[in-house]
T-cell receptor, first 109, second 114 residues
Framework: LAKTTQPISMDSYEGQEVNITCSHN???????ITWYQQFPSQGPRFIIQ???TKVTNEVASLFIPADRKSSTLSLPRVSLSDTAVYYC??????????FGTGTRLKVLA | ETGVTQTPRHLVMGMTNKKSLKCEQH?????MYWYKQSAKKPLELMFV???????ENNSVPSRFSPECPNSSHLFLHLHTLQPEDSALYLC?????????????FGQGTRLTVV
């Protein structure tokens, strides 16, 4: 399983764009990159998933360079309600959804 | 609402009690999971069931006993727990596929062992 490395914490202000980068140097050919969001005392919630280049949905964008050894989650114009822990996972349809420490994002007014 | 429902949401139990956590998924998935999340710690994968067969058991103490009677239901039976077992217990489900797949989580059960 590819190990992921993310910053432990980040602070941002409301209205700003937030980019969280995840490093996954030993990603395998069949692995997809998935990001989850978790609020306190709740289960993680799927945000976005991608394999290469760029993926965008109504919540976020995911940028993946050609070598796929890293990925960047981009949250446009964050609000206070985006304060949460964000996890980057790398897996290929296996059963092992292994979560790391994640990035604790704090959005300030 | 993610389609994965956990009950109860909160549970307080003594160390000599026996209780069970329940998880139900309405997504037609064929894999279900139990995770434990202690305060300010990452999620720890405890058990994985695929098509009602246990495929993963990450060195979890025997005081935790999972049961998967069918692909929609998952239980975690608890007995003689310790205070350090107090945590948020999360259930998840997914559809096993060759390539991309994501897990859907329930809201969790907040367990306090006294």
């Amino acid at each position: 399983l590819a190990k992921t490395t993310q910053p432990i914490s980040m602070d941002s202000y409301e209205g700003q764009e937030v980019n969280i980068t995840c490093s996954h140097n030993n990603i395998a050919t069949n692995d997809y990159i998935t990001w989850y969001q978790q609020f306190p005392s709740q289960g993680p919630r799927f945000i976005i998933q991608g394999y290469k280049t760029k993926v965008t949905n109504e919540v976020a964008s995911l940028f993946i360079p050609a070598d796929r050894k890293s990925s960047t989650l981009s949250l446009p114009r964050v609000s206070l309600s985006d304060t949460a822990v964000y996890y980057c996972l790398v897996a290929s349809g296996t059963y092992k959804y292994i979560f790391g420490t994640g990035t604790r994002l704090k959005v300030l007014a | 609402e993610t389609g994965v429902t956990q009950t109860p949401r909160h549970l307080v139990m003594g160390m000599t009690n026996k209780k069970s956590l329940k998880c139900e998924q309405h997504l037609g998935h064929n894999a279900m999971y139990w995770y434990k999340q202690s305060a300010k710690k990452p999620l720890e994968l405890m058990f994985v069931y695929s098509l009602e067969e246990r495929v993963e058991n990450n060195s979890v103490p025997s005081r935790f006993s999972p049961e998967c009677p069918n692909s929609s239901h998952l239980f975690l039976h608890l007995h003689t727990l310790q205070p350090e077992d107090s945590a948020l217990y999360l259930c998840a489900s997914s559809q096993k596929r060759l390539m991309n797949t994501e897990a859907f989580f329930g809201q969790g059960t907040r367990l306090t062992v006294v």
